[in-house]
């Protein structure tokens, strides 16, 4: 018998115009977590190891396709010509269902908190005794807001979905809800979907007047009741929006300290869809994680720090005020301190940048000292040009390395210098103006100054 793992197809909506949320971007192109929400869903399909996963987008959301492509190079794209409601979203992928016999599962686009373990218990009802036809997802909701509203029978048995525009005053008051998911039976699925009608209010086709047909074909209808209905929120408005990102984030940092994480103000740090960490790392408050980062043991972050694509090493301490940009490592107990910026380059083990600099496109070695104020003149208005700095270097403060440049081992550069060439390993370079010292100079000075005020006074 083949069990739903290898006979699984997904279809995620997506065709809808999002209109609430008062955007020229379609709405599941809008980010959570630092990448589109359209991925969340996506991912969840791909986890239940779908065999093939359609996505069904208007003719005008085709950048939906392209950017979910991206990751899932696999997908089916699907236009929907017009939007005429779900069941004739779903039926627009007619071609690939209509000789499908495994088990079709229907996801919406605009629900990035679905977990794919409570997917699993829906597609599991299929291995029933019973064996339904339709499997639908109903939440316990204190406000039900505008849901569709499950109808049961006596024993429990599923007999309609009543959409909230359609329901009477009696059908509004039940609380248990259509969360919109739903897996059908591929054998039964077009037949019962073509014999869904418009509505005479909107001409819409509804996907959840399926359960009703299923029924009067003497089909079985299941209801898989959710623990946690937040899961099934959908995105409709920015303050939606808003809100799956605050639970998305919540889920990660609980994730985070359940993985040995200290936070010191857990609801202050922010996390991407991709950040690794490992155990025993220290983030102090306010701290933002962009897409693509490693933090490895025993790192110390600080407060108001910035951090992206970077890739921070065993003891590393980072910040406060500090903004790491795509492209930078730090290798083993290195450390970036205040308003120090770092792009694109790499810090050897046990290197210091520890205030106000800007280190861009440079590869330092180990045991260097960077001092305060040094910049990387890494860009000439035309190209960027790269630095490099070896190991046990001490750079003086207030220094501009202009790139293209290579400074030696163990070389040391006095403050102040503005550095054009390239140094040898152990050399002392210093490059800026000599001191002019006058002896009793300001004594003479002072008695001018004065002098002038004086009679600029009289005057
Ligand atoms: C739907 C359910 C409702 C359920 C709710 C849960 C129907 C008729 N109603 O209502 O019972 O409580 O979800 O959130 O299914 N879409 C298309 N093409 C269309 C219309 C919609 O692709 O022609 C897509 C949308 O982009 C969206 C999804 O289908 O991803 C759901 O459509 P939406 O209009 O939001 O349905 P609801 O009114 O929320
Ligand atoms: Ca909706």
Not at 38 to 62: F, G, M, R
Not at 71 to 85: A, D, I, Y
Not at 377 to 400: L, M, R
Not at 412 to 436: C, F, N, W
């Amino acid at each position: 018998m083949v069990t739903f793992n290898n006979s699984l197809f997904t279809i995620i909506l997506a065709a809808g115009k999002g209109t609430r949320m008062r955007s020229s971007l379609p709405k599941v192109l809008h980010p959570i977590g630092g990448r589109s929400m359209i991925h969340y869903v996506l991912e969840t399909a791909v986890e239940l190891q779908s065999e093939q996963v359609a996505l069904v987008v208007s003719d005008s959301q085709k950048a939906v396709v392209v950017e979910a492509q991206r990751t899932f190079p696999k997908l089916l794209p699907v236009v929907q010509e017009e939007q005429l409601g779900t069941a004739h979203a779903v039926l627009s992928t007619r071609a690939f269902i209509e000789n499908y016999k495994g088990i079709i599962l229907i996801l919406f686009g605009d629900t990035p908190l679905i977990r794919h373990h409570t997917l699993s218990k829906v597609l599991n009802c299929f291995q029933n005794p019973s064996k339904p036809a339709v499997v639908i997802v109903g939440m316990e909701l204190e406000d039900p807001k505008t849901y569709g509203r499950i109808v049961t029978s006596e024993n429990n048995q599923v007999k309609a979905i009543i959409e909230h525009k359609e329901a009477s005053e009696n059908i509004r008051k039940i609380k248990l809800c259509n969360a919109g998911v739903m897996a059908l039976d591929g054998a039964h699925a077009v037949k019962l979907l073509e014999k869904i009608v418009p509505q005479e209010s909107n001409q819409e086709y509804y996907l959840t007047d399926i359960v009703t047909i299923a029924r009067a074909e003497g089909l079985k209808v299941e209801v898989v009741v959710a623990q946690d209905s937040s899961e099934f929120e959908g995105v409709n408005t920015r303050k939606d929006l808003a809100e799956s990102e605050s639970k998305m984030q919540e889920r990660w940092r609980n994730n985070a300290l359940e993985q040995g994480v200290t936070m010191i103000s857990p609801e202050t740090v922010h996390f991407s869809y991709d950040t690794k960490i490992a155990s025993d790392v220290m983030i102090h408050p306010f701290v933002n994680l962009g897409p693509n980062t490693i933090i490895e043991q025993d790192v110390t972050i600080r407060s108001f720090t910035d951090i992206e694509g970077s890739h921070i090493k065993k003891g590393s301490v980072v910040g406060p005020f500090a903004r790491l940009r795509p492209g930078t490592v730090l290798e083993e107990n290195a450390k970036i301190g205040n308003f120090v910026e770092v792009k694109n380059s790499l810090l050897g083990a046990n290197t210091k940048v520890n205030h106000l600099s800007y280190i861009g496109d440079a590869v330092i070695g180990q045991k260097t000292n960077i001092g305060a104020g040094t910049i990387t003149c890494n860009y000439d208005g035309f190209n960027k040009w790269q630095t490099e700095i070896g190991d046990g270097v001490s750079i003086g403060a207030n220094t501009s390395l202009v790139a293209p440049l290579k400074i030696g081992d163990e070389a040391y550069i006095g403050a102040g210098s503005t550095i054009t060439k390239d140094i040898a390993p152990q050399s002392l370079a210093v490059a800026r103006a000599q001191v002019k010292e006058i002896e009793k100079g300001a004594v003479s000075l002072r008695k001018k100054k004065s002098t002038l005020t004086y009679e600029k006074d009289l005057g």
